[in-house]
């Protein structure tokens, strides 16, 4: 029986996803490195703000963490009971989720990488999309407690394998960005109504989900609303190319991504939205996309 579950980071997605555990666990803890952030979601939502000591003796601990590494040195210095599971939301390194899913085990511990898909705003509303990977009997375990903030919770295979898809996954999306903004690049400089072409495009079999929302909302709007910081998107796209060469694999388009995203330093691109590496398309082809 799940008794209780804690959630550790409350960044921009955490905030959210720990806010739907109480509709599925009447003991739901919240640690955060800032304290004040913990105790602000506990009179918020209605959760525990409670020490990391406290956090790590539940049933299930969820982590959202910027890097694997951040997880690593977390879990290194804690004291888990046998039995609990511990869900790492981080979009993180298959590597890692290997590493730290076998040292759990040994402790009588089940290690899942579970990233997630959907920006704040599918966090806000519980929509997110959770891929995982693991022990599918701890899989099985867990699950009731994930769709709490989930719309769609797939089990993808051994550990790292979430990891791997998640990677894959936000490095398609950033193709997909770039490849869009030098169409309407094109269009652009022809003359071209972008909103009526953004229009044509998405009731054609050129949309995506970027076309449908992030170009119009954020670039044409010129607005570059930061919800998912660009580093965060070049260290994922870092991941995927990794496994590109950890294979052995010649997939040059993904390279060619990297090496446009990898134009922001990465203090500037933690200052900044996924979407603001348009400006740098911009710059060079001297145009905006309005």
């Not at 913990?38 to 990391?52: I, M, R």
């Given at each position: 029986m799940i008794q209780s579950v804690s959630f550790i980071g409350l960044g921009a997605m955490g905030w959210h996803m720990a806010s739907h555990l109480t509709q599925v666990c009447s003991q739901v803890y919240v640690w955060n490195r800032t304290f004040a952030k913990a105790k602000q979601h506990e009179q918020t939502f209605g959760t525990q703000a409670v020490d990391l000591t406290q956090a790590l003796q539940a049933d299930i601990i969820f982590s959202c963490l910027p890097t694997s590494q951040d997880v690593e040195n977390l879990i290194a210095d804690s004291q888990l009971k046998q039995g609990c599971?511990?869900?790492?939301?981080?979009?993180?390194v298959p590597e890692t989720a290997r590493k730290?899913?076998?040292?759990?085990?040994?402790?009588?511990?089940?290690?899942?990488?579970?990233?997630?898909?959907g920006q704040t705003i599918g966090a806000e509303r519980g929509t997110l999309t959770v891929m995982v990977?693991?022990?599918?009997?701890?899989?099985?375990?867990?699950?009731?407690?994930?769709?709490?903030?989930?719309?769609?919770?797939?089990?993808?295979?051994?550990?790292?394998?979430?990891?791997?898809?998640?990677?894959?996954?936000?490095?398609?999306?950033?193709?997909?960005?770039?490849?869009?903004?030098?169409?309407?690049?094109?269009l652009k400089s022809q003359g071209v109504n972008l909103h009526s072409a953004m229009n044509c495009i998405n009731h054609s079999s050129g949309k995506s989900n970027i076309s449908e929302h992030i170009m119009m909302q954020r670039v044409l709007s010129r607005k570059f609303e930061k919800t998912f910081a660009l580093d965060l998107l070049q260290k994922d796209i870092g991941i995927a190319l990794n496994l590109v060469t950890q294979n052995n694999l010649e997939l040059p388009a993904f390279s060619l991504i990297q090496q446009q995203f990898n134009q922001v330093s990465k203090p500037d691109a933690q200052?900044?939205?996924?979407?603001?590496?348009?400006?740098?398309?911009?710059?060079?082809?001297?145009?905006?996309l309005c």
């Amino acid at each position: 029986m799940i008794q209780s579950v804690s959630f550790i980071g409350l960044g921009a997605m955490g905030w959210h996803m720990a806010s739907h555990l109480t509709q599925v666990c009447s003991q739901v803890y919240v640690w955060n490195r800032t304290f004040a952030k913990a105790k602000q979601h506990e009179q918020t939502f209605g959760t525990q703000a409670v020490d990391l000591t406290q956090a790590l003796q539940a049933d299930i601990i969820f982590s959202c963490l910027p890097t694997s590494q951040d997880v690593e040195n977390l879990i290194a210095d804690s004291q888990l009971k046998q039995g609990c599971i511990w869900v790492d939301c981080t979009s993180g390194v298959p590597e890692t989720a290997r590493k730290l899913s076998q040292q759990l085990k040994l402790n009588g511990v089940d290690y899942l990488d579970a990233p997630v898909s959907g920006q704040t705003i599918g966090a806000e509303r519980g929509t997110l999309t959770v891929m995982v990977g693991g022990d599918e009997s701890a899989f099985k375990r867990a699950k009731p407690i994930i769709q709490a903030f989930a719309n769609l919770v797939e089990y993808v295979g051994e550990s790292g394998a979430a990891f791997a898809v998640k990677a894959i996954n936000n490095t398609l999306m950033a193709t997909h960005l770039w490849a869009l903004a030098e169409g309407l690049s094109i269009l652009k400089s022809q003359g071209v109504n972008l909103h009526s072409a953004m229009n044509c495009i998405n009731h054609s079999s050129g949309k995506s989900n970027i076309s449908e929302h992030i170009m119009m909302q954020r670039v044409l709007s010129r607005k570059f609303e930061k919800t998912f910081a660009l580093d965060l998107l070049q260290k994922d796209i870092g991941i995927a190319l990794n496994l590109v060469t950890q294979n052995n694999l010649e997939l040059p388009a993904f390279s060619l991504i990297q090496q446009q995203f990898n134009q922001v330093s990465k203090p500037d691109a933690q200052q900044v939205d996924f979407s603001a590496i348009i400006k740098i398309l911009e710059q060079q082809n001297q145009l905006e996309l309005c």
